[in-house]
Nanobody, 124 residues
Framework: QVQLVESGGGLVQAGASLRLSCAAS????????MGWFRQAPGKEREFVAT????????GYADSVKGRFTISRDGAENTVYLQMNSLQPEDTAVYYC?????????????????WGQGTQVTVSS
């Protein structure tokens, strides 16, 4: 088992930045590839970013490429999502997820553990 706790969400204006954190506990953090997903009201949960166990491989949704950066800190058992140039369409609940299988993934069905989510609201 692994527990994931997200933090760092909030209400910001368009163009601002936020950094989300996801703290993992319960199992060795380095065993998991990690991902960030988001879900806006009335929409399905969608992929945002993923990072490999080593941190050397990353992937992003086209909608956030160049604005968002995923990273991980093994010493802190934490994965981060740096979000710059936020836009109102980025408004959603952001979820952290952990994957026990090797490699990154864009698919939410490939992830085994999920956090409770943190709200990000971007006003225009």
């Amino acid at each position: 088992q692994v527990q994931l706790v997200e933090s760092g969400g909030g209400l910001v204006q368009a163009g601002a930045s936020l950094r989300l954190s996801c703290a993992a506990s319960g199992r060795t953090f380095s065993q998991f590839a990690m991902g960030w997903f988001r879900q806006a009201p009335g929409k399905e949960r969608e992929f945002v970013a993923t990072i490999s166990r080593s941190g050397r491989a990353t992937g992003y949704a086209d909608s956030v490429k160049g604005r968002f950066t995923i990273s991980r800190d093994g010493a802190e058992n934490t994965v981060y999502l740096q979000m710059n140039s936020l836009q109102p369409e980025d408004t959603a609940v952001y979820y952290c997820a952990a994957r026990t299988s090797f490699g990154t993934s864009w698919s939410k069905t490939d992830y085994d553990y999920w956090g409770q989510g943190t709200q990000v609201t971007v006003s225009s």
